[in-house]
């Protein structure tokens, strides 16, 4: 069992080097197997997720040879159609990627249900109906889902129900070696769908409009390999600037893309902390009291959800009254009672999705328990800003797999921290 303990009230200050985007990274790394070829992808951050992503391709067939940390090459000539082992498959919400390459790429796909941070219902209801309109025929049996088209798939225009990441990324990738033009309207806009558009298009594919409501793939028959570079990971950058302002800190984070982040610069400005934009590079910086603000969670290149619980903790030390409205997963401040155990003054509306924030002028240490990814990611923030020392549970369950070494770049910022193997 790993845990991480904090003593907090240090200021951070100095540089954090940002890594690669988890959440560009996975759908790229089963989207490889459509190639049938050799990809070797630059900047992958090396978490847990990206782990259990190669697992599961090596277990599939693939040949995976890392030449350094960040970098791997992925040689999907030899998967087999419809071997993802389950019990990798239902640790990773990412899983359901291998849905659309698999159609892609052989026309069938079999997939055992996916797994994830656990913050409520995540339905793929979307993702089948876009196969479906390309021509498949989906199915659910005995905890796997089957999809099959005779020939290929066939393009056609799809228009999402609603806003869906990840519905719009599988979508894109079985409609590459459709026959005909396939559009997709409603579609996401997020950074990691246009990393995922760049890379199928540096592997043959014809893709446009990706980071707009509306894409278009025109469909070729295969695939090739290519060398591909992740884009910097926006919300582990968020997380730090959140907990340079928390701890009053001065902290530098290089190799962003500052424009990712302006829903989030824009909210830290509005409540009085200092945040420079060198495009490339964000400096945050605050010395004294900050105030409260009111936040709606929503689809880029709205406030970011991976980044409510992280703002939320901030605001439990602002000064006045926040609210924050969970919009896309509604079930997603299961984290607050860990919060309420360190002195946050929080109330949470379930009906309405929004909770209420009373900025108290500090917080104390405790022990409280990781419950998903970016919640974990809220617990180091209230750790650093609190008065004594705060120990934080279920780390390799949730904070490792997002978070590159979390505990090393915070310490050499300033941070009194931890990571304890028990």
């Known amino acids: 069992m790993k845990k991480i303990k904090i003593r907090g009230g240090r200021p951070l200050k100095g540089h954090i080097e940002i890594g690669g985007m988890k959440n560009a990274a996975l759908p790229i790394l089963f989207a490889t197997i459509i190639t049938n070829d050799v990809c070797t992808v630059d900047n992958l951050p090396p978490v847990g997720d990206i782990q259990v992503a190669l697992d599961i391709l090596s277990n599939m067939g693939a040949t995976v040879r890392r030449s350094g940390p960040t970098q791997v090459e992925i040689d999907t000539r030899g998967v087999r159609q419809g071997t993802s082992p389950a019990a990798l498959v239902r640790r990773l919400r990412g899983s359901t990627y291998l849905i659309g390459s698999e159609l892609a790429r052989f026309s069938r796909a079999k997939v055992g249900l ?6 409520g219902a995540r339905p793929i209801d979307l993702h089948k109906k876009g196969f479906v309109a390309l021509g498949a025929t989906v199915t659910d049996d005995d905890g796997y889902v089957s999809a099959f088209v005779h020939g290929r798939l066939k393009g056609t225009k799809i228009i999402m129900d609603n806003i869906s990441v990840g519905a719009t990324a599988n979508i894109l990738m ?4 459709a026959e005909g033009v396939t559009t997709i309207e409603n579609a996401a806009h997020e950074p990691h769908i246009v990393d995922l ?5 540096n592997c043959g594919a014809h893709i446009t409009g990706a980071g707009t409501s509306i894409i278009k793939v025109r469909g070729v028959e295969k695939l090739h390999g290519c060398h591909y570079t992740i884009i910097p990971d926006m919300i582990e950058a968020g997380t730090y600037m959140v907990a340079a ?3 009053k800190g001065e902290v530098v984070l ?3 893309i500052s424009r990712h982040l302006d829903a989030v610069s824009a909210k830290m400005r509005e409540m009085g902390i200092t945040v420079l934009d060198e495009g490339d590079r964000i400096t945050v910086k605050t010395t004294g009291s900050f105030g409260s603000a009111n936040i709606q969670a929503v689809p880029y290149p709205g406030f970011p959800t991976d980044m409510q619980p992280q703002i939320t903790a901030l605001l439990s030390i602002a000064d006045g009254i926040s609210t924050v409205t969970e919009n896309v997963f509604k079930k997603r401040f299961r984290y607050v009672e860990e919060l309420q155990r360190m002195g946050a003054a929080i109330n949470v509306d379930d009906q309405n999705s929004t909770a209420t924030i009373v900025g108290v002028r500090t917080l104390h240490g405790a022990t409280v328990t990781s419950t998903d990814l970016r919640a974990g990611a809220a617990m180091v923030i209230a750790g650093l800003a609190a008065e004594g020392e705060t120990c934080i549970l279920e780390v390799a369950e949730t ?3 997002g978070y590159y070494d979390i505990v090393g770049k915070l310490r050499a910022v300033g941070a009194d921290i931890e990571l304890v193997e028990e």
């Open 114 to 119: 996916s797994g994830g941070c656990n913050f």
């Open 174 to 177: 079985a409609a590459c070696t």
């Open 197 to 201: 558009a760049s890379f199928l298009n």
């Open 245 to 247: 302002a928390a701890t």
């Open 254 to 256: 290089d190799n962003v």
């Open 399 to 401: 904070i490792e797999r």
